[in-house]
T-cell receptor, first 113, second 112 residues
Framework: NAGVMQNPRHLVRRRGQEARLRCSPM?????VYWYRQLPEEGLKFMVY????????ESGMPKERFSAEFPKEGPSILRIQQVVRGDSAAYFC???????????FGSGTQLSVL | AQTVTQSQPEMSVQEAETVTLSCTYD???????LFWYKQPPSRQMILVIR??????QNATENRFSVNFQKAAKSFSLKISDSQLGDAAMYFC?????????FGTGTSLTVIP
């Protein structure tokens, strides 16, 4: 049973471009969470999704950021018109139920030039 | 507000010795879970130990144990017989039902 898979592991974008981060949860997991880690900080909650539904997006910036978890395929975190301040590690976690048993991916390091 | 405070940005320990990492938190919830995660340079978040808030008994996992003081909202991690592989960032976190709240981490160095 493969763990939570995130790709790409590293992503470099120029200011103004779009960044798409992918997360494939563990098999059988229908709950996905996205977290952002800025340098020398802990992980900050961004959004919680179930299949085809956004449950809680209270941690996600209102502009330029969006997330989806379609019925088929991975969860996608999309950042439009990236700025230098978006540079961070973005972690995805999944769980089989809405509980505390989260399994984390290895993160995507986004660098904005 | 839900907050987690790790007041030690960096700690070091001699190999085979014991080290304690501090963590305090604040929440108005009565039911929650507490965690310590380890993040090595590979960036993978690895669960070290987990504690249910309703349990008074402190959790232990081999060389790792916690000192959970619910009234004081304190949750420290003790690493015994430290090994070189324990070197990493350690994050304290708690879960209230919808999301995790993480501290800013403690960087642990193990000196051979």
């Amino acid at each position: 049973n493969a763990g939570v898979m995130q790709n790409p592991r590293h992503l470099v974008r120029r200011r103004g471009q779009e960044a798409r981060l992918r997360c494939s949860p563990m098999k059988g997991h229908s709950h996905v969470y996205w977290y952002r880690q800025l340098p020398e900080e802990g992980l900050k909650f961004m959004v919680y999704l179930q299949k085809e539904n956004i449950i809680d997006e209270s941690g996600m910036p209102k502009e330029r950021f969006s997330a989806e978890f379609p019925k088929e395929g991975p969860s996608i975190l999309r950042i439009q018109q990236v700025v230098r301040g978006d540079s961070a590690a973005y972690f995805c976690a999944s769980s089989p139920l809405s509980d505390e048993k989260l399994f984390f991916g290895s993160g995507t390091q986004l660098s904005v030039l | 507000a839900q907050t987690v405070t790790q007041s030690q940005p960096e700690m070091s320990v001699q190999e085979a010795e014991t080290v304690t990492l501090s963590c305090t938190y604040d929440t108005s919830e009565s039911d929650y879970y507490l965690f310590w995660y380890k993040q090595p340079p590979s960036r993978q978040m690895i669960l070290v130990i987990r504690q249910e808030a309703y349990k008074q008994q402190n959790a232990t996992e081999n060389r790792f144990s916690v000192n959970f003081q619910k009234a004081a909202k304190s949750f420290s991690l003790k690493i015994s017989d430290s090994q070189l592989g324990d070197a990493a960032m350690y994050f304290c976190a708690f879960w209230t039902g919808n999301q995790f709240y993480f501290g800013t981490g403690t960087s642990l160095t193990v000196i051979p």
